[in-house]
């Protein structure tokens, strides 16, 4: 049956990323991860005892969340300052699921590729020494 004879169908496509969007967000508010331990370590950081350019994001965005842009600089620079970037992307994309539009991955030029790697390494490389 297609959606256009379903409408719960298309409610349902419509509601289930916003769902997960806000149990995400309520979990992260109400349980902020510097005071609650159910949340995931960081293989890398286990294993190596390095921190990579993804550690301290979930603190990151909890701190965001409650509003403390330095705590979220503090805990995760790169993520703090690429959020909004990728919140308009997946908002962008959002609106195009909703539209039934095709999802298309935009292909990057190979310097921007390299620049995001070498951005990603020397964040990593800084944020260790």
């Not at 297609?2 to 409408?7: C, L």
């Not at 842009?69 to 308009?88: I, S």
């Not at 609106?95 to 039934?100: A, N, P, S, T, V």
């Not at 310097?111 to 070498?118: D, E, H, Q, R, V």
Request: proline share 9%; aromatic share 16%; glycine share 2%.
């Amino acid at each position: 049956m297609s959606e256009a004879r379903n409408p719960m169908a298309a409610s349902l496509r419509a509601v289930a990323p916003l769902s997960l969007l806000i149990a995400t967000v309520v979990i992260l508010f109400r349980y902020p991860p510097q005071r609650f331990s159910f949340y995931p370590p960081c293989p890398i950081y286990i294993f190596f005892h390095l921190q990579c350019p993804g550690c301290g994001a979930t603190r990151a965005l909890a701190a965001l969340l409650h509003g403390n842009l330095r705590e979220a600089l503090y805990d995760n620079a790169l993520f703090t300052v690429t959020f909004p970037f990728v919140a308009f992307w997946s908002i962008r994309n959002y609106l195009h699921f909703l539209e039934h539009k095709p999802f298309n991955w935009h292909r990057l030029p190979q310097p921007a590729i390299y620049t995001a790697i070498l951005c990603l390494a020397a964040f990593m490389v800084v944020r260790n020494f």
